[in-house]
């Protein structure tokens, strides 16, 4: 099959963007000091949260397992809305000061996917104000202006793994699934593109990486570029660059397949 060339390329953020779980971590436990909750979630704790999506949610998820009386319970669901902002709020400064660098190859694909004519969006099911606090303090302070669109969370009804978000990224693209490409880091985000009808490539962290990402178009530990190529590259999964190039990227959408891949048929 031909190259294609993608209307736009569709990014999550966290976790695709940049490795920002351990800064949501921190922010959440500050957020929890603050609030004199007492809790305190570990990188064990926060990966096993992480399976259920969206900020508010986990914290509803934990509340949800605590021992306690139906009042207490209620009692500390009413204040989730302001647990989640304080942690929002210690989230962006964590960010704004620069704590959090995008991932290798993230702003290469940006640049060079925007100069070949896609469109770049976003599909998050964080806040809008994480959004804008990462892409401000890693992209500079236009960077906004280089997303046609950025779907956040909070705009639909139901989060990833529903595709939700990734549909109404499309419609305001205004481009079909087979004119995109996702780029994701979970296996809720993977599930949500894939259920839209986009191709997905998967760069998994070490939150997400012990997820069976089997049905992903494109699985690779990062972006990389020339300062960070990939392992074993070229040659396991991508045929001319130790990192994924645009040009490779059309290639593998179209259809195009791995030597190693036709040795096996």
């Known amino acids: 099959m031909p190259a294609i060339r993608p209307d736009a390329l569709i990014f999550d953020v966290d976790g695709t963007l940049a490795d920002t779980e351990e800064a949501h971590r921190t922010a959440f436990n500050l957020a929890f000091e603050q ?95 994480n959004v804008d606090a990462l892409l401000h303090a890693t992209l500079g302070a236009r960077a906004l202006e280089r997303f046609a669109v950025i779907a956040c969370g909070d705009q639909v009804a139901a989060k990833k793994p529903a595709p939700d978000i990734y549909l109404l990224a499309l419609e305001h693209l205004g481009v079909r699934a087979d004119q995109a490409i996702a780029f994701e880091d979970s296996l809720n985000g993977l599930r949500a593109a894939r259920a839209a009808g986009l191709w997905t490539v998967i760069t998994p962290t070490f939150w997400t990486e012990d997820s069976d990402f089997s049905d992903a178009d494109l699985v690779l530990p990062q972006l990389g570029d020339a300062a960070s190529p990939l392992p074993d590259e070229p040659g396991t999964r991508l045929r001319h660059l130790a990192w994924l190039g645009f040009d490779e990227l059309c290639r593998l959408a179209g259809g195009e397949a791995h030597p190693a891949d036709a040795a096996l048929r």
């Open 35 to 129: 609030q004199g909750l007492g809790w305190n979630w570990s990188r064990a704790d926060y990966r096993r949260l992480l399976t259920t999506t969206g900020g508010k949610e986990r914290i509803a998820r934990h509340i949800g397992a605590l021992d306690l009386t139906d009042a207490e319970r209620a009692g500390l669901l009413d204040r989730l809305p302001q647990i989640h902002a304080a942690k929002t709020r210690f989230y962006s400064a964590v960010v704004r000061d620069g704590a959090v660098p995008l991932r290798p190859g993230v702003a290469r694909l940006l640049a060079v996917g925007g100069h070949a004519g896609c469109r770049l969006a976003i599909a998050s099911t964080t806040t809008a104000i």
